[in-house]
């Protein structure tokens, strides 16, 4: 099966930086998403990691390490706007299907 | 359309009453997901259809719990017999096909707005 653990919640101050983690487990690994997701309303898409390394994205970046099942997601120069949940995905291939998991988000709130 | 677009925004049924959650996808995706959203929790994966494969139905919580997907577009999420567990946001989304194993493409998932369902 697939796991996927993340801290449930964090908060940052305005301007600080921020490091949310994700840890997974799962076979046929096939990339790993973050997405943001503002209260009542849907998730949108961050980032998107296949290979180890780092991905930077303006003031967001993601990290990956497959041999590890690790991934991270850092925001820097926080913004009050930046208070979201932020859900890590893994997509994994299985029987001919990509399926794309879901973790259960950690909820940011920055603060001034 | 430009978007994924889900009908109804919100219902209120009664417990024991069935009720069809509809999602119109981004024209030209063949992927396309249900996920169900709980409040304050996680996206909950439902059921996953890809072009004209069988779907992946391993996510439905129950057997009152259906879906279909007609001419490959309109999807629709049906359950019977609600009960107040049910009531959740639905979230449906959309992509282009996610590739093979090892694909670089993100095929990124394009959520709509939910359709959130209150079981009295």
């Known amino acids: 099966g697939q796991n996927i653990d993340q801290p449930t919640e964090m908060t940052a101050t305005e301007g600080a930086i921020v490091q949310i983690n994700c840890t997974y487990q799962t076979s046929g690994f096939n990339g790993l998403f973050w997405y943001q997701q503002h209260a009542g309303e849907a998730p949108t898409f961050l980032s998107y990691?296949?290979?180890?390394g780092l991905e930077e994205k303006g003031r967001f970046s993601s990290f990956l390490s497959r041999s590890k099942g690790y991934s991270y997601l850092l925001l820097k120069e926080l913004q009050m706007k930046d208070s979201a949940s932020y859900l890590c995905a893994v997509r994994s291939f299985s029987g001919g299907y990509n399926k794309l998991i879901f973790g259960a988000g950690t909820r940011l709130a920055v603060h001034p | 359309g430009a978007g994924v677009s889900q009908s109804p925004s919100n219902k209120v049924t009664e417990k024991g009453k069935d009720v069809e959650l509809r999602c119109d996808p981004i024209s030209g995706h063949t992927a396309l997901y249900w996920y169900r959203q709980s409040l304050g929790q996680g996206l909950e994966f439902l059921i996953y259809f890809q072009g004209n494969s069988a779907p992946d139905k391993s996510g439905l919580p129950s057997d009152r719990f259906s879906a279909e997907r007609t001419g490959g577009s309109v999807s629709t999420l049906t359950i019977q017999r609600t009960q107040q567990e049910d009531s959740a946001v639905y979230l449906c989304?959309?992509?282009?096909?996610?590739?093979?194993?090892?694909?670089?493409?993100?095929?990124?998932?394009?959520f709509g707005a939910g359709s959130r369902l209150t079981v009295l």
């Open positions: 989304a959309s992509s282009l096909s996610l590739g093979g194993q090892g694909a670089k493409g993100a095929n990124v998932l394009t």
């Open positions: 990691n296949v290979l180890d």
